[in-house]
């Protein structure tokens, strides 16, 4: 497998081509029983938190939606043609979750040098506000964000997280919700078998019939809960204990001596200015409208 071809789309800011590229190579190497590249795997999921942002808003969940986009934030690196967009994103939503306390913290990141000149005409007044108005020191977000017990061992922690601070696992995550499966709430997507809560994903089946991961139509009634996954929370976890083993090579074996793959070139940062500031409203309607 290739692993340049959607690493390069997601660099450009084509996001869905890079999500639907990373899926079916997931799908293949499962498929083949090769390991899965924990980077391979992170990167799904951290586009797949994006792109089910606009569902989240729609379906008035603001404070999912509003992790997925700081989820996004703090690996905004890896979305380098739409940083001012996404951050704009993080602000806004976080006041309507109520997160002060993040949505403080990524405006006043909007507001430096780098980044101001691109922030759209129609949030910049608002983002400003926000600057000048320091929240209190406690922050919402641990008040909205529930904490709820590792599949593996039962320590609970913040449901957005996925790597366990107790046993070091990692969970699999919802592709309905984005945060992390609960061995009492268990289904799959019956067109390509990802995990998902089966209360959140029948419910959002009610509003938009097609899987968030593979776009496949699923009806509700589909969707069946699993009764006891043991078998799928341990081929999870020797999924991805088996990626932590050695690098792994272009075909996903285990090669201690592979290199690492070359970094997808990157345009200069004049490029990208003008791109922010071409696509900065349009990206706030996929996620607000």
């Known amino acids: 497998q290739n692993f340049l071809g959607p690493f390069q789309e997601q660099e450009m ?31 799904l999921m951290l586009l797949h938190s994006y792109v089910i942002v606009k569902r989240l808003v729609k379906a008035g969940d603001h404070p999912s939606a509003a992790i997925m986009l700081v989820r996004v934030a703090k690996n905004i690196q890896q ?10 994103s993080v602000v ?36 400003e506000n926000i600057v000048r108005k320091p929240p209190p020191d406690s922050d919402q977000r641990e008040v909205l964000e529930a ?11 913040p449901e957005s997280q996925l790597d366990c601070l107790n046993c070091k696992n990692i969970s699999p995550f919802c592709i309905a919700s984005g945060m992390r499966m609960l061995k009492e709430d268990w289904s799959n997507c019956p067109a390509c078998n990802f995990p998902a809560r089966h209360s959140v994903f029948t419910a ?18 589909e969707v069946t809960l699993v009764p006891d ?11 991805f204990q088996a990626a932590e083993l050695g690098v792994y090579n272009a075909a996903g074996r285990k090669s201690e001596s592979a290199p690492a793959p070359p970094p ?3 345009r200069g940062p004049e490029v990208y200015s ?16």
């Open 229 to 239: 996954p043991v078998n799928q929370i341990n081929y999870f976890k020797s999924l």
């Open 92 to 127: 806004i939503e976080c006041q309507r979750a109520k997160m002060i306390g993040e949505s403080y913290q990524y405006a006043c990141t909007l507001m430096k040098p780098e980044y101001r000149k691109d922030v759209s005409e129609q949030y910049r007044k608002k983002i």
């Open 13 to 43: 800011g084509n996001y869905k081509q890079a999500h639907q590229l990373l899926f079916r190579t997931y799908q293949d190497l499962k498929s083949q029983q090769l390991a899965l590249p924990q980077e391979l795997w992170r990167r």
């Open 264 to 266: 997808p070139q990157r």
């Open 204 to 221: 959002t089946l009610q509003q938009n019939d097609q899987c968030p991961m593979c776009d496949s139509v699923v009806k509700p009634h």
């Open 79 to 88: 979305f380098p043609a739409h940083v001012v967009p996404i951050l704009t």
């Open 274 to 289: 003008k791109l922010n500031a071409k696509v900065a409203v349009s990206c706030h309607a996929q996620c607000f409208t």
């Open 147 to 157: 904490n709820l017990p590792c599949m593996y061992c039962g320590f609970s922690f």
